[in-house]
């Protein structure tokens, strides 16, 4: 796997109130936290681009509403932000997907980022955070509709169990499961392990 030297790095979400267990329930690999900060230091020390993206949410008694304490980034985050030398973005939205957000994450990747590889390669963007079907899922998924090679870490994001119809249940495992296999058998992303990606950076 190759790593571009403009590759973007997605951070979704990372944000205090995702450690509300009473709100979200159980979650999953305990060891996201860290593969995402291996990944932003990473990109800071290679001078990459960096996109933070936070989620305002509008639904009532959210602990990620704006204004909320859990609305803000993990302290992991926080005390990462403005401290790479290639560009930095903060871009807020409201839905799953961070390419419906402000400032239109399309357009500063391809404008201030990434732009347009010389050789014809789509330009690349790294994909990590919380949840992995959720945000993750649907940032990847426009991602490749848009034209973009996506590279998805699987170990640095997690996930939470989650009731659906019917009755039906489905463990925050399971999820992550039917997510890789959803991405990459589907070509939306490709999915691969946090240790390929800073191996390949």
Known sequence: MEIEENAALIVVDVQKGFDDDGFWGR????EAEGNMAALIDRWQATG?????????SRQA??????????NAF?????????????PEVLVTKT??????????????????????????????????????????????????????DVVF??????????AGPFGWTATAEELTRATAVSLHGGRFARVVTTAEVLSAA
């Open 27 to 30: 979650r999953d690999n305990p």
């Open 48 to 56: 990459r681009p960096v996109v933070f993206v936070r989620h305002d």
């Open 61 to 70: 008694g959210s602990p990620l509403a704006r204004g909320s304490a859990g």
């Open 74 to 86: 993990k302290d992991f985050v926080e005390e990462r932000r403005g401290r790479g030398t290639g």
């Open 95 to 148: 839905v799953n997907s961070a390419f419906y957000g402000e400032p239109d994450l399309d357009a500063w990747l391809r404008g201030v980022a990434c732009g347009g590889a010389a050789d014809g390669r789509r330009a690349q963007v790294v994909i990590v955070g919380i949840q992995t079907n959720m945000c993750n899922e649907t940032t990847a998924r426009m991602g490749g509709n848009l034209g973009y």
């Open 153 to 162: 870490p699987l170990d640095a994001m997690h996930t939470f169990d989650l």
